[in-house]
């Protein structure tokens, strides 16, 4: 079975410390639910149409997995907290083996 990546690109920060204080519930929630962060922050170097902003990328086991951790309960709690705080975009992504 194939691994799956989500992305998150954030295209804005409205309120730091409302997007501190979803950080917080979100990463032992991920974490909790077996996702592995690959890569978080700036992105380091971008090319074509590629904007300078955080990028997360999390890893886990199965794309069943990856959409029942955002769709679970620790999670949709951090997104309420999250409100409108932030701008971003998410994908999940199956990987190619």
């Known amino acids: 079975m194939p691994k799956a990546y989500w992305v998150?690109?954030?295209?804005?920060?409205?309120?730091?410390d409302k997007f501190a204080d979803y950080l917080a519930l979100a990463g032992?929630?991920?974490?909790?639910?077996g996702g592995?962060?690959?890569?978080?922050?700036?992105?380091?170097?971008?090319?074509?149409?590629?904007?300078l902003?955080?990028?997360t990328i999390i890893e886990f086991s199965s794309l069943e997995s990856a959409i029942?951790?955002?769709d679970?309960?620790?999670?949709?709690?951090?997104l309420k907290v999250l409100g409108g705080a932030v701008t971003r975009e998410i994908r999940i992504v199956e990987g190619t083996e």
């Open 53 to 55: 902003q955080r990028t």
């Open 68 to 70: 029942a951790t955002h």
């Open 72 to 78: 679970g309960s620790d999670y949709q709690a951090a």
């Open 36 to 51: 592995k962060f690959i890569a978080r922050g700036p992105a380091a170097k971008v090319y074509e149409a590629g904007v």
């Open 8 to 16: 998150s690109t954030y295209l804005e920060i409205h309120d730091p």
């Open 28 to 33: 032992p929630a991920i974490v909790s639910s």
